[in-house]
């Protein structure tokens, strides 16, 4: 319990007025002395006992596309044998706060209230702890404590309706290795290999088991399976603030149009993010998630290094960037995917091929998704 700004100057004009009523000898110094010495201690006695009550949270949904609504259910019980006066929960929302006025509480009764979370902005939201305060009805004094646990709020980047382009080359065990080892499970042989606890009995290879005189099983791998890579831009000197949600808008819409319709894609960003899962509604909240944290940051080039070595290439790549660029930055890519395509964000509007890589010019992320369906269809 502690008394608030208003409390302390109460105390403390009560106090000099009193000094001032003996030094004067003024009785109306001392009686207005009384009364706000009296309201203080009042105001103790009413906050002195904290609210003794068990209280629940449950976000709704935990994960929300950004305008969307998002509601909290706040259980309150009174688990005790006393009735519990009314009080103010606040709950936090990231800079926002929620308070809710909770009516007062028999023995063993339970209410539910509802509130709004904040969702107009992108982002990865922590919700709580809850604040359980009591208040006098003058508010000179507050007694608050924290309780319940700290839920997280993911504010997804808005979507919009797209038309998605993949791309791959097949492969099977006489041409070589798939161009990613991660695929495992087709009928595709890629190896003969000894066996490890957790291999699949009917994979065992038992001509190779006799012949070397221990358990050998047979490694498979799927061909290149269509996918789908998208670069986004996270430098902050071709994409202002503003024009960088709408790149994130675009790269979401993309990546979750491919993962339901069951592609592997992969999502990279300049800033060194590099993420990647098969198609499917877990991939397209994988990759929801990842975008919902991205942030911007200053970076050398828009190409990075991860995309330009190694053997994981082939299929489609989009690039989402802003409407200002060179041709030239999209040269390393070129020979690298079958199917190139630059998404540009900002004043400049049209469709053209260039380099052998399609261009997308626009000033939204839904006009450029409009655009880039028109060229798909």
């Known amino acids: 319990m502690r008394l608030t700004g208003r409390g302390i100057a109460v105390l403390v004009s009560s106090l000099a007025l009193y000094g001032l009523g003996e030094l004067a000898g003024y009785a109306v110094f001392r009686a207005l002395?009384?009364?706000?010495?009296?309201?203080?201690?009042?105001?103790?006695?009413?906050?002195?006992?904290?609210?003794?009550?068990?209280?629940?949270?449950?976000?709704?949904?935990?994960?929300?596309?950004r305008g969307r609504p998002a509601l909290a259910t706040l259980r309150v019980r009174n688990d005790g044998t006393r009735r519990q006066a009314s009080f103010a929960a606040r709950d936090s929302a990231?800079?926002?706060?929620?308070?809710?006025?909770?009516?007062?509480?028999?023995?063993?009764?339970?209410?539910?209230?509802?509130?709004?979370?904040?969702?107009?902005?992108?982002?990865?939201?922590?919700?709580?702890?809850?604040?359980?305060?009591?208040r006098d009805p003058l508010g000179l004094t507050r007694n608050s404590k924290a309780t319940g646990e700290v839920g997280t709020l993911w504010v997804h980047p808005q979507r919009h309706p797209t038309k998605t382009v993949v791309a791959g080359r097949p492969r099977h065990h006489h041409v070589g290795r798939t161009a990613d080892d991660s695929l495992r499970g087709s009928a595709?042989?890629?190896?003969?290999?000894?066996?490890?606890?957790?291999?699949e009995v009917r994979h065992l290879h038992w001509k190779a088991t006799a012949r070397t005189g221990q358990l050998m099983v047979r490694d498979y791998a799927d061909p290149d399976q269509p996918r789908l890579t998208v670069l986004l831009d996270t430098r902050t000197e071709p994409l202002p603030a503003a024009t960088f949600e709408e790149a994130v808008e675009v790269a979401a819409s993309i990546l979750v149009a491919a993962s339901a319709a069951g592609h592997r894609c992969r999502f990279v960003t300049t800033a060194g993010a590099d993420f990647a899962a098969?198609?499917?509604?877990?991939?397209?909240?994988?990759?929801?998630?990842?975008?919902?944290i991205v942030q911007q940051r200053d970076d050398a080039g828009l190409v990075p290094a991860v995309l330009t070595t190694g053997t994981s290439a082939g299929g489609a790549i989009v690039v989402v960037t802003g409407a200002r660029g060179s041709a030239a930055d999209l040269a390393p890519l070129l020979s690298r995917y079958s199917s190139v395509t630059a998404i540009g964000l900002g004043p400049l509007q049209g469709v053209a091929p260039i380099?052998?890589?399609?261009?997308?010019?626009?000033?939204?992320?839904?006009e450029a998704l409009q655009q880039w369906t028109g060229v798909l269809r």
């Open 94 to 134: 990231g800079d926002a706060w929620k308070e809710v006025r909770v009516r007062q509480l028999g023995p063993g009764i339970e209410a539910t209230y509802r509130y709004e979370l904040p969702t107009s902005r992108r982002g990865r939201i922590e919700v709580g702890p809850l604040t359980l305060e009591r």
């Open 355 to 366: 380099l052998g890589a399609q261009v997308v010019l626009a000033a939204t992320a839904r």
């Open 188 to 199: 595709d042989l890629r190896d003969v290999r000894p066996y490890v606890v957790g291999d």
């Open 33 to 65: 002395a009384g009364i706000g010495l009296g309201a203080v201690l009042a105001a103790v006695v009413l906050t002195l006992r904290q609210p003794q009550v068990t209280v629940h949270r449950v976000l709704s949904p935990d994960r929300v596309e």
């Open 278 to 292: 098969p198609g499917g509604a877990v991939a397209s909240r994988l990759f929801l998630d990842e975008l919902c």
